[in-house]
């Protein structure tokens, strides 16, 4: 886990040198700060990073922002920077926790901004949550992306002819634990389940947290099926229903809703991770909006800079906005 950092201006801590902010990181931290076990060869080239987080802004805002840095205070870009570190022969990669287990706030890895900080959705100028589809309460699993991913929206997928949703590769993490925001953990890929959403594919990969209970007896989908009964059927339930309460349809599935296997799995991050890779690298350009390629660590790609400008970065730390209440109500739907 890792202990988040406010300050009073972001400029302060952005203005010392990089001995100072490791100290002033090492003091705020009461407890050990995640590391990320990194496997492909940019990473290993420096050693296992250490990824802690440093919050900005109002939580349940929109001016709330979680940027990444690593062990030296320096702002890493959670897109760009934090390394995917897929190992197909292994079934694992590295996780961007965006939200965890049983809350509602719709976190997700801001592709617009510099740095790709973790920031609550925004909606016609209103934060947005997801309700509360019973029994459940907000999202059931730890929610997050693979980081070094993108769902291409230039061409489309061979075999359901959609165009991907222009964002990193979405991962529901099933493990027994709830997960911190903006937390980089090492998982298992187990299987995929293919969501249309407004007409585009959003991949949902299944995975478990290596260090978890259940991961030594969880290596492929049919696993989860015997070990974690109704888990598969409830998650596609809600991942069918979870916009009816805002007066949304069902969303569908392609593949007729089944659950791609795990090597199919491991297709689609190797996929996502290639289109990254020529994202990243100036040869594809992303439609419609805008994404920020700016980044700190791949010196080859023409976005490549040592830092982010402080500028852009400077935000007033403050107390969390309260919740709106109705946001606690359940909202009850036939099952079909």
Not at 62 to 83: C, E, Q
Request: glycine share 6%; aromatic share 10%; proline share 5%.
């Amino acid at each position: 886990m890792v202990r988040s950092l406010r300050f009073n201006t972001f400029r302060s801590f952005l203005n010392m040198s990089g001995n100072s902010r490791l100290q002033l990181l090492h003091q705020h931290l009461s407890i050990k700060p995640h590391r990320c076990v990194a496997t492909d060869s940019r990473a290993s080239q420096f050693g296992e990073p250490t990824i802690v987080s440093v919050d900005v802004g109002s939580k349940y805002s929109a001016t709330y922002r979680k940027y990444a840095a690593d062990d030296t205070g320096k702002i890493l870009s959670y897109f760009h920077d934090v390394p995917l570190g897929f190992d197909a022969s292994k079934k694992t990669a590295n996780m961007v926790v965006e939200v965890p287990r049983w809350s509602n706030a719709k976190f997700e890895i801001s592709t617009e901004l510099d740095g790709n900080p973790i920031v609550q959705d925004v909606k016609n100028n209103v934060v947005r949550f997801v309700r509360n589809l019973f029994p459940y309460h907000g999202y059931i699993h730890n929610y997050g992306a693979f980081p070094q991913t993108w769902e291409d929206n230039t061409t489309k997928h061979k075999d359901t002819g959609l165009y991907g949703d222009n964002d990193p590769l979405d991962v529901c993490e099933i493990g027994s634990n709830v997960l911190e925001i903006g937390t980089v953990k090492r998982v298992k890929i187990l299987g995929c389940l293919a969501l249309i959403d407004d007409g585009e594919l959003d991949w949902k990969v299944i995975v478990i947290d290596v260090e978890d209970e259940l991961a030594p007896q969880l290596n492929s989908i049919e696993d989860v099926e015997s070990v974690c009964p109704g888990l598969l059927e409830g998650t596609r339930q809600w991942f069918r229903d979870y916009k009816l309460a805002d007066k949304k349809p069902h969303n569908k599935f392609a593949f007729n809703g089944r659950y791609l296997s795990a090597e199919e799995a491991l297709e689609v991050v190797g996929e996502c991770h290639s289109a990254w890779e020529k994202l990243i690298g100036g040869e594809v350009k992303s439609k419609g909006d805008e994404i920020s390629l700016r980044n700190t660590t791949q010196k080859e790609t023409p976005e490549y800079a040592p830092e982010f400008s402080q500028e852009e970065l400077i935000s007033p730390a403050m107390p969390d906005t309260a919740i709106p209440p109705e946001i606690s109500k359940s909202h009850f739907f036939p099952r079909s």
